[in-house]
């Protein structure tokens, strides 16, 4: 049990978070189709973490999440100049924007020396889950002494901020959220500027890419931010039904993800643990093609069937 | 920095020189086959297809190594990693189609499932403990320092014919990006062609996955395209230009890479071109920053100058400043702000013109409003001739006017 205390319930906790702070927000980027938006975020973020760390010499700190917050704003700025000024696509401004800061974070990453000592690049591709671990914890009720849970790992407790930040902002910006979503044209009629709201949804996004991105990295990222939600999108027409949905895949696919990586190999006879960043994220897909699938009113078998039945009629 | 210059100019060893034409080959190759991704919309596929190559070179390694011991091989990875892809692209396709989901969310499940799956395997790999696994790595943020000589010659040559195809179907691609209608009813396969281009561009990823890396790769498709998108309007310049900056660009940062062999090659190029698309944004004579500033100023100036001695002949006084500046630049007006002889003529001529448009305007509504901003022009040297005297004649109607064309010359 202790052990599971101490290596296995750590690393499910910084999953399940980093998957439901990024699951909840991507609802409103599948709805806005900005998607790609949370790619490019977790992308653009890398050299934010890395000027930060070269200020602050240790991971996980604050200056890194300010550094990469920044980051975020800066190419939300640049791709929208490059669009309007250029006259250039947006998929294509992003494109170019984003591949140009990662270039920039990777070749200051490795200039400075930095990789390799605690940071490096497929670090930041992949996440380091495994590595969350509670030394303290030895029996279940330890589960609710405040004491031992005071020594939860850094990164966790700053997830857990960062859910409540992200749940906070989404239930008092519900409303305009919903409307500017759906009706751009109705939101700036109503007088709330669809423009400042889509910045400041952006601004949640980075902070939960980042918050999320040293514990699992940035493939676990993009993929919480869109699986789950386009799951939960298969599911229902009600926002917040959606909202409830993807947010109970992203747990599931965080614990489920993580137990896999870590039994499943067992289980099939091999003595190996695979990543579990990247099992969780392999989950998430699972969900959103059995959804896309099975749905019972946007799945493609039901849709199918009902096409026959029609026919037949 | 004289390693830098040795491998600029090709004298840095054999190798070296093969890896820097290999990029640049590689870079023209991308920059003309995004052109038509560009103009198709569609650049972001790109990045599912570079980042869904990942389980397939994973596999591939996994099966070649345990069955036949070769798992290095560049051409059985490389083939792995176009399966893959390819899989990736019809899935974007199929949940584009046959779901409600959008096509950005459908280039994201793609891009981020089939990314977590070939994590998912190369940690199987670490596990597996067999040699020969490290040159993996390199596959995500590339690496030419290590690179074999057959491994740059099938770089070289794979890109050089994805190129050559390119160039072969430009007319055909020109056509599916701006009519697709058009060309299917010209009888062309849309579809097939649609798929082409795709399966082209899955060829350049691919090729590219070994230099660039999977991360950086569509850069190379993304920016030579967009930055060219500066200078010109027309496709085959765009594809030469595009080809031009990708091939360059590439060139210059793999010989960069090369005199610092510890600087990630892909990161390297893609700030290359980065550079490279900032030029064309600021200095590009067609669309460019400083292009559209000099045409904004001189509009400004002949609004102003046009408005301050339409100011003059109706004898009202100049206040704006910056009129105010041009007039007396101009020499249309003295210091203390009254008009000069030369300003009243010139005035009564660009009343005079200014009267005649406004009865333009009043008996042709239509036609002068598509011809807005030639306005500001003296109307002889926009309107015909004869359209200019019929004006005349009903401006004065008592007045014998001669033919000639007013002259102009205020502007």
Not at chain 1, 112 to 133: C, F, K, P, Q, R
Not at chain 1, 226 to 244: E, G, H, S
Not at chain 2, 192 to 200: E, F, I, P, Q, Y
Request: aromatic share 8%; proline share 4%.
């Amino acid at each position: 049990m202790d052990i599971f205390l101490q290596f296995d319930l750590p690393s499910i906790l910084l999953g399940s978070l980093a998957a439901l702070a990024c699951g909840l927000l991507g609802n409103f980027l599948v709805l806005r189709k900005q998607a790609l938006m949370g790619d490019a975020i977790s992308h653009v973020v890398l050299p934010g973490i890395v000027l930060g760390f070269l200020f602050s010499h240790e991971t996980g700190s604050w200056p890194m999440m300010i550094g990469a917050g920044a980051a975020a704003i800066f190419a939300v700025l640049l791709i929208e100049l490059i669009r309007r000024v250029g006259n250039v696509e947006p998929g294509a401004a992003m494109g170019v924007v984003f591949t140009t800061m990662f270039a920039a974070g990777v070749v200051v990453l490795e200039q400075s020396g930095t990789a390799g000592v605690h940071l490096d690049v497929e670090h930041a591709l992949y996440g380091n889950l495994e590595s969350a671990i509670w030394l303290d914890a030895y029996t279940l009720s330890d589960l609710w002494n405040l004491e031992v849970l005071a020594t939860l790992p850094e990164s966790i407790k700053q997830l857990f901020v960062v859910n409540l930040l992200v749940i906070a902002f989404i239930m008092l910006f519900f409303k305009e959220l919903k409307i500017s979503s759906f009706d751009p044209l109705l939101s700036a009629s109503l007088g709330f500027s669809p423009k400042w709201l889509g910045l400041s949804l952006i601004v949640m996004v980075a902070i939960a890419a980042v918050a999320a991105f040293s514990a699992v990295g940035s493939i676990l990222v993009i993929a919480m931010f869109i699986c789950p939600a386009a799951t939960a999108r298969l599911l229902t027409d009600n926002l917040k039904v959606q909202l409830f949905i993807s947010g109970i895949a992203s747990l599931s696919a965080g614990l489920f993800g993580y137990l896999l990586a870590a039994f499943g190999p067992g289980l099939l006879g091999y003595e190996i643990s695979v990543s579990a960043a990247g099992m969780i994220a392999v989950v998430a897909g699972l969900q959103q093609v059995l959804a896309m699938l099975f749905a019972p009113q946007y799945g493609v078998v039901m849709r199918r069937r009902r096409q026959k039945v029609h026919a037949n009629i | 920095m004289e390693q830098f210059f040795a491998a600029l100019t090709m004298s840095a060893g054999y190798n070296t020189a093969l890896v820097c034409v290999g990029a640049a080959l590689l870079g023209a190759a991308s920059g003309a086959i995004g052109v038509f991704v560009l103009l198709r919309k569609r650049t972001l596929v790109s990045d599912a297809i570079s980042h869904a190559t990942l389980p397939g070179v994973a596999l591939a390694f996994i099966i070649a190594q345990t069955y036949f011991d070769s798992g290095r091989s560049l051409p059985v990875l490389l083939f792995g990693a176009a399966l893959s892809a390819g899989i990736g692209v019809l899935a974007v396709d199929w949940i584009k189609t046959h779901t409600r989901l959008t096509e950005d969310a459908a280039i994201g499940t793609v891009l981020s499932t089939f990314f977590a799956v070939g994590m998912v395997l190369l940690t199987v790999i670490q596990s597996m403990s067999i040699a020969g696994q490290a040159g993996l790595e390199g596959f995500l943020l590339g690496a030419t320092s290590g690179m074999l000589k057959s491994e740059a010659m099938t770089i070289a040559l794979a890109a050089g014919l994805v190129g050559l195809a390119v160039v072969l179907r430009m007319k055909e691609f020109s056509l599916l990006c701006f009519d697709e209608d058009f060309a299917a009813a010209s009888g062309y396969n849309v579809r097939w062609l649609d798929r082409t281009l795709l399966l082209l561009l899955l060829g350049v990823v691919v090729i590219g996955l070994k230099t660039v890396g999977l991360v950086l790769i569509i850069a190379l498709a993304i920016i030579p395209p967009v930055a060219a998108r500066f200078w010109t309007d027309r496709v085959p310049v765009l594809v030469a230009i595009a080809a031009g900056i990708g091939a360059s660009g590439s060139f210059i940062g793999a010989a960069i890479s090369a005199s610092a062999p510890n600087m990630p090659t892909g990161g390297l190029i893609v700030l290359v071109l980065f550079s490279f698309f900032v030029v064309s944004l600021l200095i590009s004579p067609v669309r460019g920053i400083l292009a559209a500033a000099l045409k904004h100023y001189r509009f400004q100036r002949i609004v102003h100058l046009r408005q301050g001695l339409l100011a003059i002949a109706h004898n009202e006084p100049v206040l704006e400043p910056l009129t105010r500046s041009i007039l007396r630049k101009g020499g249309f007006m003295s210091g203390d702000g009254q008009p000069t002889f030369k300003g009243q003529s010139e005035a009564r001529l660009i009343e005079r013109d200014q009267k005649l448009w406004n009865l333009y305007r009043e008996i042709y509504p239509e036609e002068s409003h598509a011809l807005a901003d030639w306005s500001l022009k003296p109307i002889g040297q926009v309107l015909p001739a004869d359209t200019v005297k019929v004006l005349e004649d009903e401006l004065c109607p008592h007045l014998v006017v001669s033919t000639e064309t007013p002259k102009g010359g205020a502007i």
